[in-house]
T-cell receptor, first 111, second 115 residues
Framework: EAQVTQNPRYLITVTGKKLTVTCSQNMNHEYMSWYRQDPGLGLRQIYYSMNVEVTDKGDVPEGYKVSRKEKRNFPLILESPSPNQTSLYFC??????????FGPGTRLTVL | DQQVKQNSPSLSVQEGRISILNCDYTNSMFDYFLWYKKYPAEGPTFLISISSIKDKNEDGRFTVFLNKSAKHLSLHIVPSQPGDSAVYFCAAHRGSSGNTGKLIFGQGTTLQVKP
């Protein structure tokens, strides 16, 4: 089954404790992105990747890091999480000419 | 700067009637528009799209209309069904040069279809 998977689905952590949210897709898509969803703001892109070892900032990259060492994986790293990073996070992927496929989401709470 | 706006946070419609969800945008460089549907605890799923060279696209009960001069698009659902109750996001794609797959999303509209 073609899908984008994320782990964990839910996470509660404390300020400053490094965390990683994993993302994997099995569709051999070149493009992968991370979005966050916040009330009244819709989904905003954090980082994106056009292919392996090619990443760039989206609209709200502050406080986040990403890496793309393999085509299928695109982890999101929060080196020192803060409460304003409490949000619902979605990983997404697409191939040129196709629509974007989203993962099921990761709900992160930073205390 | 919200380039894609959905000004109605919520919409309630009776089953069998038409649902009309609206979306406005400001950037004339957008060349592709999409609607996504999102159920609670799930990721958004693609619903329907329209290229900027068209003014209408239809897929079953769903039709998207694009008015480029007004920078406005709308999603029509006819007839509406209770299973259509979800959050609907309008999204725009910004150009194909250096294509990043980036979508600019609106704030979302929560549709409730009452039986």
């Amino acid at each position: 089954e073609a899908q984008v998977t994320q782990n964990p689905r839910y996470l509660i952590t404390v300020t400053g404790k490094k965390l990683t949210v994993t993302c994997s897709q099995n569709m051999n898509h070149e493009y992968m992105s991370w979005y966050r969803q916040d009330p009244g703001l819709g989904l905003r892109q954090i980082y994106y990747s056009m292919n392996v070892e090619v990443t760039d900032k989206g609209d709200v990259p502050e406080g986040y890091k990403v890496s793309r060492k393999e085509k299928r994986n695109f982890p999101l790293i929060l080196e020192s999480p803060s409460p304003n990073q409490t949000s619902l996070y979605f990983c997404a992927s697409r191939r040129e000419g196709t629509s974007v496929y989203f993962g099921p989401g990761t709900r992160l709470t930073v205390l | 700067d919200q380039q894609v706006k959905q000004n109605s946070p919520s919409l309630s419609v009776q089953e069998g009637r038409i649902s009309i969800l609206n979306c406005d945008y400001t950037n004339s460089m957008f060349d592709y528009f999409l609607w996504y549907k999102k159920y609670p605890a799930e990721g958004p799923t693609f619903l329907i799209s329209i290229s900027s060279i068209k003014d209408k696209n239809e897929d079953g009960r769903f039709t998207v209309f694009l008015n480029k001069s007004a920078k406005h698009l709308s999603l029509h659902i006819v007839p509406s069904q209770p299973g259509d109750s979800a959050v609907y996001f309008c999204a725009a794609h910004r150009g194909s040069s250096g294509n990043t797959g980036k979508l600019i999303f609106g704030q979302g509209t929560t549709l409730q279809v009452k039986p």
